[in-house]
């Protein structure tokens, strides 16, 4: 008798599940299993069904959208469907998809990081080779205005001298006229005397 009650129960969950695996939706939507160790998964909507085994903690799973009794109809990541508690499933991450995701960022942010900070580096070294670029520059600037004041005041000094030379010129010029304009006459006059006293 309990042979035959365990045939038709058999029987009879075999033909439940197939109808639910013909009516399951295709619009699936993703969840997660809450924070435990490990979370049994029933094949029907009741702890009463038989265990089909367990999904770790923090898996990612596909929501069929059916509930009953407190239970959730799933897709574990093989494939599978099973049923599990309401209060172990969520549509937000677990903890350890969130602790995954934080340590990608920041491995994300520590690679930009060390990308800023060679940049960082690579933009001091370049001031610094500019700085000291500037400083060549302004050295050297400071020594072009020195020799161009000192090549400015050789220039006034030519200017100074050649002025003071055509001067000098000038006046023995000034001077030598005035002396030919003393001596010749009176060179003259000294031969009209003589040439005077021959006609006598």
Not at 71 to 95: C, M
Not at 130 to 135: D, F, I, P, R, Y
Not at 165 to 193: S, T
Request: glycine content about 8%; overall charge positive.
């Amino acid at each position: 008798m309990n042979s035959i009650k365990n045939l038709l129960l058999g029987l009879s969950f075999l033909f439940s599940f197939s109808l639910i695996a013909e009516e399951a939706p295709q619009n699936l939507k993703k969840g997660y299993i809450s924070d435990q160790l490990f979370v049994y998964m029933h094949s029907g909507a009741g702890n009463n069904y038989r265990i089909l085994g367990t999904i770790n903690a923090g898996l990612e799973v596909q929501l069929t959208g059916k509930k009953e009794n407190g239970y959730s109809q799933i897709l574990d990541i093989k494939g599978r469907e099973a049923w599990v508690e309401n209060d172990f499933v969520s549509t937000k991450p677990g903890l350890r998809h969130v602790i995954a995701e934080l340590n990608g960022r920041l491995a994300s942010s520590t690679d930009n990081g060390d990308k800023v900070q060679t940049q960082l580096s690579e933009s001091v070294s370049m001031i610094e080779s500019l700085t000291s670029e500037k400083n060549s520059l302004t050295e050297r600037i400071t020594i072009l205005s020195k020799e161009l004041k000192k090549t400015k005041s050789q220039l006034i000094n030519q200017d100074a001298n050649l002025t003071k030379e055509w001067f000098f010129n000038g006046a023995i010029v000034l001077f030598a006229g005035l002396i030919l304009g003393l001596i010749i006459p009176k060179i003259g006059n000294g031969r009209r005397r003589e040439n005077m006293d021959n006609w006598k």
